[in-house]
């Protein structure tokens, strides 16, 4: 394992991940292409493999990532951001490179989350700007010469902080909102599909993401499964 990036294990399946129309449309379309990418390279036709997801946090980026690379079968490097942005003069473009070159030998999926953490927008007058600049350009040309059997997903919660080159290189622009009611039915559904039907009986709340959706659900779950553990055990006691 790297310093600059991890590899994650969890699985995650597609079908487990709640879209808006427009976006599971998209991502349908980009799976598609991969598992059909050869017929399509020998027309010469392009194959998109570099998509940008911006939105608000815990509506379901990460999740995106990894339950692509599942449904294509590739594994998948998480940069940590932490380590790559170096406070040393000249250290994060070539820890760009370093994470870029190992993905090079990898029919894989290179994930950078919170990607504005290396695109922001600096005040080119302050004493780094030479050193944005070089890491700007690093990730341009290798953005440009990424391999056609990787994958590159970078995700973001402020796509207005990213220089307006790096945008332009990824061929799919993905934003996902805050979900409505129906979506989060949906996902509470299928959170709780899993489960016995005598856990089931649950509150649901709605205009909160995800990720929060999920921490309500499952303290739920778990507090249910819990009293009726020590109902058992209490019944045992008294016979």
Do not use: W
Not at 7 to 18: C, S
Not at 119 to 146: P, W
Not at 227 to 237: G, Q
């Amino acid at each position: 394992m790297s310093a600059l990036y991890y590899r994650d294990r969890e699985d995650v399946n597609l079908k487990d991940v709640v879209f808006e129309a427009s976006v599971s449309e998209q991502i349908d379309q980009f799976l598609k292409e991969h598992k059909f990418s050869e017929i399509l390279h020998q027309y010469e036709l392009p194959v998109a493999n570099k998509m940008l997801l911006f939105g608000k946090t815990g509506c379901g980026k990460t999740m995106t990532a990894k339950a692509i690379a599942k449904e294509l079968d590739k594994r998948i490097f998480i940069v940590n951001l932490a380590t790559v942005v170096s406070s040393k003069l000249g250290e994060t473009a070539k820890n760009i490179h370093s994470i870029f070159k190992e993905a090079n030998y990898e029919n894989s999926v290179l994930f950078f989350d919170e990607f504005d953490s290396l695109g922001q927008i600096r005040d080119y007058d302050n004493k780094d700007s030479s050193e944005m600049k070089r890491v700007v350009n690093a990730i341009l040309q290798l953005i440009d010469n990424f391999p056609k059997n990787s994958i590159l997903i970078a995700a973001t919660n402020q796509i207005q902080m990213i220089d307006e080159a790096l945008v332009r290189r990824f061929e799919l622009k993905l934003e996902f909102n805050s979900p409505d009611e129906n979506l989060l039915e949906d996902y509470y559904k299928k959170l709780l599909e899993r489960f016995p039907k005598k856990y089931q009986n649950i509150e649901k709340k709605f205009g909160i993401s995800f990720s929060e959706a999920k921490d309500f659900v499952f303290k739920q779950i778990k507090n249910n499964i819990i009293n009726d553990e020590i109902s058992k055990l209490e019944t045992a006691t008294k016979n």
